[in-house]
């Protein structure tokens, strides 16, 4: 029985790997990690970690490329390093990205990142006010790669900002994120 039982998770695992490279399949995968923040033109932050958290569509359009679209909660931001003020900007992002299976499970990917922005408040000691000249809309440029290991994935990307965070500025978001989750393959 203990035979037959191992024989059927090993087939099981094999199964689910190879499904997700075939052309034509889909796949979901929930995610969960941390990011690490910064802002791109100022010596004086240091990144602020926060969480992140979603949700990805895959679709192979070949045996090595794939079209994946998300949906994450993003926290990013920075601290400012003289006044010990942490701006907490919060986002819903949505990762466009291809990845390019450059070997089995591992894949390199790049696109673009809208985000809709869903709080930003500066915090302190004495201070815990809303910025009100934050834009609501961010945009950024995702590069990364990511392994696949029987449907466990591991997941690291760079967002590169676009936009300026601010009207009247020039401070754009940067963020290093790491997550962990698991693919299903429908």
Same mark, same amino acid.
């Given at each position: ?48 970690? #926060? ?6 569509? &895959? ?5 090595? $490329? =794939?079209?994946?679209? +998300? %949906?994450? @909660? ?49 915090? #302190? ?6 910025? &009100? ?5 961010? $945009? =950024?440029?995702?590069? +990364? %790669?990511? @392994? ?39």
């Amino acid at each position: 029985m203990k035979k037959l039982l191992f024989l059927a998770v090993i087939l099981m695992a094999t199964t689910n790997v190879f499904a997700q490279r075939e052309a034509g399949s889909f796949s979901i995968q929930p995610r969960i990690g941390f990011s690490a923040a910064d802002f791109d033109c100022t010596a004086d932050t240091k990144a602020r970690v #926060g969480l992140v958290a979603g949700v990805e569509y &895959e679709y192979m359009m070949t045996n090595k $490329l =794939a079209f994946a679209a +998300g %949906l994450n @909660y993003s926290q990013q931001g920075a601290e400012m390093k003289a006044t010990d003020y942490t701006w907490k900007l919060d986002y819903l992002t949505i990762p466009l990205t291809a990845n390019y299976y450059v070997w089995k499970g591992l894949a390199l990917k790049a696109g673009l990142q809208p985000g809709i922005k869903v709080n930003a408040k500066l915090d #302190g000691k004495n201070v815990n006010a809303d910025l &009100e000249n934050v834009k609501s809309f961010d $945009l =950024a440029i995702p590069v +990364g %790669l990511s @392994y696949d290991f029987n449907g466990f994935v591991i997941d690291a990307r760079y967002n590169l900002g676009l936009l300026e965070i601010a009207k009247d500025s020039d401070i754009k978001n940067l963020a290093f994120q790491l997550t962990f989750g698991y693919k299903f393959t429908l």
